[in-house]
């Protein structure tokens, strides 16, 4: 069992940048590739980056390519998703999730969630 906390949402004007963070606890980290999610309102959780279990692999949703950057901290149990250049379509509660498996990019392949960050960019 793992569990994990997002933290670094807030509210941003359109080209401004954000760091998520998201701590685990529990069994070792370094055992999970980590993923983030976004989901707005009245819309479907989307994919949007995943990271490998060393970090030396990554994934991302064409969506946010070029402006997002995942990486991770095996040392810290931290997982984080640099964002520039925001755009008001980037509104949505961000997810972090855990997996087994090796950059899915399926939510229904990940087997721990937080609880939820909120991101809101203003035009």
């Known amino acids: 069992q793992v569990q994990l906390v997002e933290s670094g949402g807030g509210l941003v004007q359109a080209g401004d940048s954000l760091r998520l963070s998201c701590a685990a606890s529990g069994r070792a980290f370094s055992n999970y590739a980590m993923g983030w999610f976004r989901q707005a309102p009245g819309k479907e959780r989307e994919f949007v980056a995943a990271i490998s279990r060393s970090g030396g692999n990554t994934n991302y949703a064409d969506s946010v390519k070029g402006r997002f950057t995942i990486s991770r901290d095996n040392a810290k149990n931290t997982v984080y998703l640099q964002m520039n250049s925001l755009k008001p379509e980037d509104t949505a509660v961000y997810y972090c999730?855990?997996?087994?498996?090796?950059?899915?990019?399926?939510?229904?392949?990940?087997?721990?969630w937080g609880q939820g960050t909120q991101v809101t960019v203003s035009s």
């Open positions: 999730a855990g997996t087994w498996g090796f950059l899915p990019s399926l939510a229904h392949e990940y087997n721990y």
